[in-house]
Structure formats: structure tokens, C-alpha cells
């Protein structure tokens, strides 16, 4: 194939064909030592990789039928020497190796490296999870150590913005790659610190290489992110990369978008709590009110009718009158025996001297009888007098006024069956004006 006349205009795809004639015709089959980076291998079962060294990387290609002869698999960080044929990939424009053979020669410097610290800074105690702190129960404001322009800020905010608005962001822009970035990032952690405006920092970007994400497997990094009195969540990569700041940070996220969730409530669920926590005080307010109508229905019924109370005392009342009347009557009939007593020894003593005497006696005992009888009657017949007018209406005297009467034996017990009584036994019936003696035959 020749070249076509430099003067006249080609299109993309006919320069990319030309370079990539040029490439394949003019390089033979080269030998090509680095480190493997971005495996992949899809579906079709070719193999794509970038070859790298310090400075520079190239795009390989491995296809299936190659790798198939192939003893060796290659895989992520293996130092590799390989032999192929350089091109170009028209579609892209890239330039790549096809690789004809590869063989290893070692893990990666970068791999190489990352073990050695790691393995150094676990010796410390760096990841001991006696050092990890807890992530706040409530989070009002996040910050977040990344690149400004990056996918994995846009992620992140767009994650907050979905699980909770509400929550505040401080954004402290760092470069997240090269030279200048692990300066950068030291500095944003301590200036977080330092203001003390956020309750929890993310740090970290989106995925890459890793010689892209190797600012996170800075010595100096892990051990500023390691120093930080706020709790850091470690978000760098893809869920596949794994950095020294992922095991240094309080929390490991798998990516930026599961940092984002982890620091940030749901309001969903926020919204579900509240439902329930108000669903829990109506319920309770309805226990108690029940409970409160229940004593309250209980009360009134153990409180008693004041009518029924006034009925019972009225009773109380009735018989102790009757009690008193019996007493007066026991009182006055004791009395009346004694002076008869008295009398009968009066009588069998003749002599008219003795007589005289004992009758002025007797007259003097009389009268002193008569006088303390009155003396004791008086108090007690105003009492019954007082008692009386207040009992008046409940009385059983307005019972007799009625037509009815009460009938009591001889010892003064009322009589309410014809079994208490016996032939010859003397009866007194009370009536309305007066009293009726009566003998049962």
C-alpha cells in the first residue's frame, strides 16, 4: 500500500488505515516488558490489557486463540514480557500491541509496593479495629475529600439528594491523581479537622488504574486519614479496588454511591419511623383512656347512694331509741322492786317508834328517788325528744298511726310469730293511743 499524496485531504478512517499499515509493516514482532493493568476479558474471550512502567502505558490486545496455547493466565499487577506485532485499532484510533506470546516476570513495582506498605502499616496497628470510630447515629453535615469535577462527587451528591435533602455538604477540592494529589488530599483532612464543620468525611474518587488510584496508597495519606479526629469513610474506586486509605478509614465504602449511603439516612424510612412512632403514642393514648374510663366507671360504682346511707343511720338511729326505752323501763322496774322490797321489810318491822322513823325514811328515800328518777329522766327524755323530731317521719310510732301494732312478751321481746308465745303467757300490744295486757290461752 502506498501513501497517499500528503496535499490531498483523507478522511479519519483512511488515515487511521494508513498508520496502522505503516505500524504493521514497518515493526516486526517485538519483545516489550511492564506491568499489567485494566484486565479484562469479556464475553468473546479475548483478553484487553494495558502494559505500563513508570512513565508511560500502552493498550494490548490477547486474543483468545493465544491465550488458549498459553500455560500462563495473566492477571492484574503481574510483571509480564511479552512479544507482539504493533497496530492500530481503527474504530479508536489507539495504538496497541497484539500480543503473540506473554510470560511472567514477577509481581508489579506498583503491586510489589503496595503490599510492602501495607503489610508495614498493619504491623503498626493502623487497621486494628480498636482504632475504628463509630459513624455518628446523626449525621447533619458531610464532607467530602475529592476532585471537584469527578464522576465520583456527582455520585455522591446525587445519592444524598435522593436518601435526604436535608443533610449539609462541605466540599474540600482536592486533585485526585498525579504528583500534587496526596499533598492535597493530606491537607483537606486537616483542615476538616481543624474547622470542625462536618460530622463525617468520604474520601476518595472514582474508579481507574492503579497507578490512578495510587494517591491513596500514599504513606503519608494513611496516615493523615489514620490521625483524623472525624470519622472517614473510605470510597475509592470500583467495589473491586481496594486501597491502604480502605483499610486505614473508620468505614470501607465500595464505591462513592455506597459512601453516600451509608452516612445519610433514608427519609422513606425516616417517614416510616415517624408513621409508626405516631401509630405507637395513639394506641397508648387510647390504653390510657380506656384504662382511665374503667377506674372512673369502677369508682361510681363502689361510690354508695347518700339516700342509702341516710336510710342505714335512720335504722341506727330507730334502734337506739328503742334501746334507750328499754333501759328507762328495766331502770324504773328495778327501782320499783326495790322500794317494794322495802316496803315489805317496813312492814314486818311493828314497832310505831322504828315505823314513824322508817316511814319519814321512806318519805325522805322517796322523794330523793322521785327527785334523782326526774334528774336522770330529764337529759335522757330531751335527748329522746331531740332524736324523736328528727326520726319523727321513720319512727315506728307513725307505723301505729297507721292501724298497725306491736305486741312484746313479758321481757319486752317483740313478738313476730305465734311459736314465740305459750299458753298463759302475759302480753302487752302497743297501739296507736295506749296499750293492751292480754293472756294467751
Not at 514497518?26 to 490489557?49: C, D, I, K, W
Not at 469527578?150 to 449539609?168: E, Q, S, Y
Not at 494513611?222 to 467495589?239: D, K, N, Y
Not at 422513606?268 to 403514642?281: E, G, K, P, T
Request: glycine letters at 6%; a positive charge.
Amino acid at each position: 500500500m502506498s501513501l497517499a499524496d500528503p496535499n490531498a485531504p483523507l478522511s479519519v478512517s483512511q488515515l487511521n488505515r494508513q498508520v496502522k499499515f505503516l505500524l504493521e509493516t514497518q515493526y516486526p514482532a517485538v519483545p516489550v516488558t511492564g506491568e499489567l493493568s485494566n484486565v479484562s476479558r469479556p464475553a468473546s474471550g479475548h483478553m484487553y490489557f494495558t502494559l505500563k512502567d513508570q512513565n508511560a502505558q500502552i493498550r494490548c490486545a490477547l486474543f483468545k486463540s493465544v491465550l488458549a496455547r498459553s500455560a500462563y493466565k495473566p492477571k492484574e499487577g503481574d510483571q509480564v514480557l511479552l512479544r507482539g506485532k504493533l497496530s492500530l485499532y481503527e474504530g479508536r484510533g489507539d495504538y496497541q500491541i497484539i500480543v503473540s506470546s506473554i510470560q511472567p516476570e514477577g509481581e508489579g513495582a506498583l503491586q510489589a509496593a503496595f503490599f510492602k506498605l501495607k503489610e508495614k502499616l498493619e504491623r503498626e496497628g493502623l487497621f486494628a479495629p480498636e482504632h475504628k470510630q463509630p459513624l455518628p447515629a446523626a449525621i447533619r453535615r458531610v464532607g467530602i475529600v475529592t476532585s471537584r469535577t469527578g464522576a465520583a462527587l456527582h455520585d455522591i451528591l446525587t445519592v444524598l439528594k435522593r436518601r435526604f435533602p436535608a443533610i449539609g455538604v462541605i466540599l474540600y477540592p482536592v486533585q485526585v491523581q498525579g504528583a500534587d494529589a496526596p499533598g492535597q488530599i493530606i491537607a483537606a483532612i486537616e483542615t476538616a479537622n481543624r474547622l470542625n464543620q462536618v460530622d463525617v468525611l468520604i474520601v476518595g474518587r472514582g474508579g481507574g488504574s492503579l497507578e490512578d488510584l495510587w494517591s491513596f496508597n500514599d504513606e503519608r495519606v494513611a496516615r493523615a486519614v489514620f490521625a483524623s479526629q472525624l470519622p472517614i469513610v473510605s470510597a475509592v474506586g470500583h467495589e473491586v479496588d481496594v486501597s491502604i486509605s480502605d483499610f486505614v478509614a473508620d468505614v470501607r465504602a465500595a464505591t462513592p454511591s455506597q459512601a453516600a449511603e451509608l452516612v445519610s439516612p433514608d427519609q422513606a424510612d425516616l417517614y416510616s419511623l415517624i408513621n409508626h412512632r405516631r401509630d405507637q403514642l395513639t394506641r397508648r393514648w387510647l390504653s390510657i383512656s380506656q384504662t382511665a374510663q374503667q377506674r372512673l366507671s369502677h369508682l361510681r360504682q363502689r361510690l354508695r347512694d347518700p339516700g342509702t346511707l341516710l336510710r342505714e343511720w335512720q335504722q341506727r338511729l330507730d334502734d337506739r331509741e328503742r334501746r334507750l326505752v328499754h333501759a328507762l323501763k328495766n331502770q324504773q322496774r328495778l327501782r320499783l322492786q326495790r322500794f317494794e322490797s322495802l316496803e315489805k321489810r317496813l312492814h314486818r318491822a311493828s314497832p310505831l317508834a322504828r315505823l314513824k322513823t322508817d316511814q319519814q325514811r321512806l318519805g325522805q328515800w322517796r322523794q330523793r328517788l322521785q327527785r334523782l328518777g326526774l334528774e336522770q329522766l330529764k337529759p335522757r327524755r330531751q335527748q329522746l325528744a331531740s332524736l324523736a323530731g328528727q326520726l319523727n317521719t321513720l319512727s315506728p310510732l307513725n307505723t301505729l298511726e297507721r292501724g298497725y301494732s306491736i305486741t312484746r312478751a313479758e321481757n319486752g321481746q317483740v313478738i313476730q310469730q305465734a311459736s314465740q308465745t305459750k299458753a298463759g303467757d302475759q302480753i302487752t300490744t302497743l297501739l296507736r293511743d295506749g296499750t293492751l295486757t292480754s293472756r294467751v290461752e
